[in-house]
């Protein structure tokens, strides 16, 4: 949906539903002009606009058999998400995109799927998960596993129940640190691995959370044996343009906006630098 | 091959007649340097100078461009600028065409930047061949970009009295054409030309320790080197080395609000790789910190990656980043100090 003429005019959309999910997080509902759907692939990103502020690259959260709207889940942490937090159901933002390569899902068709998502990366690995469930027997078996720092800091708690009541998928989630209102796992994503059921010849791994996070997550689905083009990640970077130009988001000669945010791991492995998501 | 000829005391007469049809820039003097400038007065136009501070990028890829004129209230979003201007590049040297076509190649690919475009789309070039080295910070021969190859309309070449015109595509011949005193080169003026390129082969000398190729392998081989946490450790992250060089094109994009609070425009502005918010995310984690990883990624974005990616080298030898750098970080002693890095392996 980018316009060839003028690739940074954002197109107008409308936010219909805003709803707090932690103390720093918020659920937008957005919705196109025209009511035209936004036709992406789980794991792109939108450039999203208020004018006046600096645009910002920030991933959809629905799945594109969610129709008619899209969802974006934004953490209050700079200028522009701040500005975000503060907007109301009916405010008017630009949206352009949507940009990037998704999640490989052609490729992960009849395979079993493993979701590892930590914080964070919970966000782009929902449109996933939705699109996983609203399209249930195109795969195998599906595992999430879900780490957070506290109870407090989960988000899309009513979906995750959800989830967890579910038969077709097996989800497991933990905290880091443990409070009166949790009875659920405590300690790192990294515990979760070792009880995996995992048939390596025909398993997806898809990562994503902080940084610091896939190393060691990695490390585990490595030793598991899931070979290393079957791992897949999503990269956050700065990015200013989507387009491939501005050289924000770079990592040696890939432009993350472009080629990524999704890579697998054996692209991910052969980045020397600017990649402090790579098991050193 | 067309060549056309201009005896050099006509030259004024013909940049003026240009100027009267067109917006043309040209190289002057500014204190003791020289600057791409709008000409008033055809006798600033100096053709015999080092390369300006700023490469003519700054005419098809301004510091400050708008991108889209805004409204928020009723939200409306459209093209800031609608009619570009022609304009002439007059007098460019060939390492700074190479700039321009290193910046076709990266706007041009899929998805295009129409705003640059827009204005690379009505410009034409005048090149001017340099026919002796401009300083010691050039490294033009290297690169292969001492000598015309394409990529201007028009390139002047001084073959003594006269100044030799080859004409490279019809825009520029149209730019030669029914003036009395631009004249069909004839064989006498060719041989000249070819004597300056014999000359030239002696003149100019590769300024790296090793060919392209090595040069290459150099920055595949290297990239934990030294070499690099000694660049970054005399770096003062002044971001000039970015300004300056014709093939960087990083950039951010900022609004500006009119006084109404309403209405604005959406900018595009330079940005530089060296500053240390430039690969930062709002959640504070940095993918390039330090300015020895920054002064690294400088480099690698002009001998590796887009070898790699466009199989052509976004150095074009111009020297200016040397030239202008506050701490004396020179291109060619950091290039030729990596061709001479031992081999870690060796080391070890």
């Keep these: ?280 | 091959m067309k060549y056309a000829v201009i005896n050099k005391k006509d030259l004024n007469k013909w940049i003026e007649h240009l100027n009267k049809k067109t917006k043309l820039y040209a190289p002057k003097k500014k204190e003791n340097l020289f600057v791409f400038k709008p000409i008033k007065d055809v006798k600033e136009v100096c053709l015999n100078y080092i390369p300006t501070i700023l490469p003519p990028k700054k005419y098809y890829f301004p510091q400050n461009e708008k991108l889209l004129k805004f409204n928020i209230d009723p939200f409306k979003a459209e093209q800031a600028i609608k009619e570009f201007e022609d304009f002439i590049l007059f007098a460019v040297h060939t390492c700074d065409i190479a700039g321009i076509q290193c910046m076709d190649v990266v706007f041009r690919e899929d998805p295009v930047d129409s705003n640059y475009l827009n204005r690379k789309n009505k410009m034409t070039i005048i090149g001017m061949e340099c026919s002796e080295y401009c300083d010691k910070y050039a490294n033009c021969t290297s690169m292969g970009n001492h000598v015309p190859k394409g990529g201007y309309d028009l390139m002047m070449s001084d073959i003594g009295e006269k100044l030799i015109i080859h004409i490279n595509s019809e825009k520029g011949e149209k730019l030669v054409q029914r003036l009395p005193y631009i004249k069909e080169a004839d064989a006498q003026d060719v041989a000249l030309l070819e004597q300056l390129r014999e000359r030239k082969k002696t003149l100019f000398k590769e300024e790296f320790a090793g060919s392209l190729t090595q040069v290459y392998e150099a920055f595949n081989e290297h990239f934990d080197s030294d070499v690099w946490k000694d660049v970054g450790r005399r770096c003062v992250a002044c971001g000039n080395c970015t300004a300056v060089c014709p093939t960087c094109y990083c950039f951010d994009v900022v609004d500006e609000l009119e006084l109404s609070l309403n209405e604005g425009v959406r900018n595009r502005i330079w940005n530089s790789c060296q500053m240390d918010d430039f690969a930062k995310v709002s959640g504070g984690e940095d993918f390039r910190k330090g300015r020895d990883a920054r002064q690294r990624h400088r480099y690698y974005r002009k001998f590796k990656y887009p070898v790699d990616k466009f199989s052509r080298y976004f150095c074009t030898g111009c020297g200016r980043c040397t030239r202008t750098c506050m701490s004396e970080i020179s291109l060619i002693e950091t290039v030729n100090s990596l061709i001479s890095e031992e081999r870690k392996g060796e080391l070890k």
Aim: aromatic share 8%; hydrophobic share 35%.
């Design chain 1, 1 to 280: 949906m980018i316009d060839r003429e003028m690739p940074y005019k954002p197109i107008k959309a409308k936010i219909l539903e805003v709803t707090k999910l932690t103390e720093s997080e918020k659920f937008f509902r957005i919705e196109l002009d025209g009511k035209v759907n936004l036709d992406h692939n789980p794991g792109q990103f939108v450039m999203v606009s208020i004018f006046g502020y600096p645009e910002a690259p920030i991933s959809i959260c629905s799945s594109p058999t969610d129709k008619g709207y899209f969802d974006l889940t934004v953490r209050n942490v700079g200028v522009f998400t701040n500005k975000l937090h503060q907007l109301k159901k009916g405010a008017v933002i630009g949206i352009r995109g949507p940009f990037g390569k998704g999640f490989p899902i052609d490729n992960m068709f009849g395979h079993d799927v493993v979701i590892v998502a930590g914080g964070l990366g919970i966000v782009p690995l929902r449109s996933l998960i939705r699109y996983i469930t609203h399209n249930r027997n195109d795969f195998g078996n599906v595992q999430i596993l879900l780490g957070c720092k506290t109870s407090k800091d989960l988000l899309f708690k009513e979906e995750t129940k959800e989830w967890m009541k579910r038969s077709e998928i097996k989800f497991n989630c933990t905290v880091d640190k443990s409070d009166s209102e949790w009875e659920g796992n405590v300690g790192l994503i990294t515990t979760l691995i070792p009880d995996v059921d995992i048939n390596t010849a025909r398993t997806y791994a898809v990562v994503v959370g902080p940084p610091i996070m896939y190393k060691f997550v990695i490390m585990k689905l490595l030793e598991k044996g899931i070979p290393e083009n079957r791992i897949v990640v999503s990269l956050e970077r700065r990015m200013r343009c989507g387009l491939g130009k501005c050289g924000h988001c770079q990592i040696e000669g890939k432009y993350v906006c472009q080629s990524g945010p999704v890579f697998n791991y054996s692209e991910l492995k052969d980045f020397k630098g600017e990649c402090n998501e790579k098991a050193s």
